[in-house]
């Protein structure tokens, strides 16, 4: 290679990386600058704790927000309630989960194994909102179920309501996710 064709190589080289930033590091995860309020471990490419992933609430929010709704559900009460959070497909591709399982951990010890296909799934959230207002630990509505909580998209997917222990898989206080 002529030394005519090495600079402008060299060049484009050391420009894309500071011009596109995103494109340049796309795998690499920002370390919290707030509270974390979830980590995933396990089976991740992605790490930005030692061998975990750490997230504030602002990081989730970066990652896309949806809005879903789940009408009479006993987990969520009665009537019509709206849940916003973080596609799940969005999470674990953020975190380059390499797994078929995850289990999700709760603040108060209950612990769920999920199917990571089902997770991907559209319509399913980690919810930080429920009717426009953050998920707290100590929100009077249902006993304070955040600040993360689990939310599957039975308005849009009835059938959901008819797997076996439905309730289960919403899983409040979410804390941790372990890929495997």
């Known amino acids: 290679m002529s030394v005519l064709m090495t600079r402008p190589l060299i060049f484009l080289l050391v420009l894309v990386p500071w011009l596109f930033p995103a494109v340049a590091a796309e795998d690499e995860l920002a370390a919290p600058k707030g509270m974390t309020v979830l980590t995933v471990a396990g089976k991740i ?23 879903v709704t789940v009408t009479d559900f006993e987990e969520t009460g009665a009537g019509r309630h709206s849940f916003t959070g973080v596609p799940m497909g969005k999470l674990l591709a953020a975190v380059g989960a390499d797994g078929s399982q995850a289990v999700a951990f709760a603040l108060d010890g209950y612990e769920r194994e999920l199917d990571i296909a089902e997770l991907r799934q559209d319509g399913v959230i980690l919810a930080y909102k429920k009717d426009g207002a953050y998920l707290t630990l100590a929100s009077r509505d249902f006993g304070g179920r955040g600040p993360l909580w689990l939310i599957y998209p039975l308005d849009d997917r009835p059938a959901l309501r008819k797997l076996e222990h439905v309730e289960g898989r919403f899983v409040y206080q979410l804390v941790r996710l372990e890929i495997r």
């Open 45 to 67: 490419r992605n790490t930005n704790a030692g061998d975990t992933a750490a997230f504030d609430l602002a990081m989730l929010e970066r990652l896309g927000g949806k809005a």
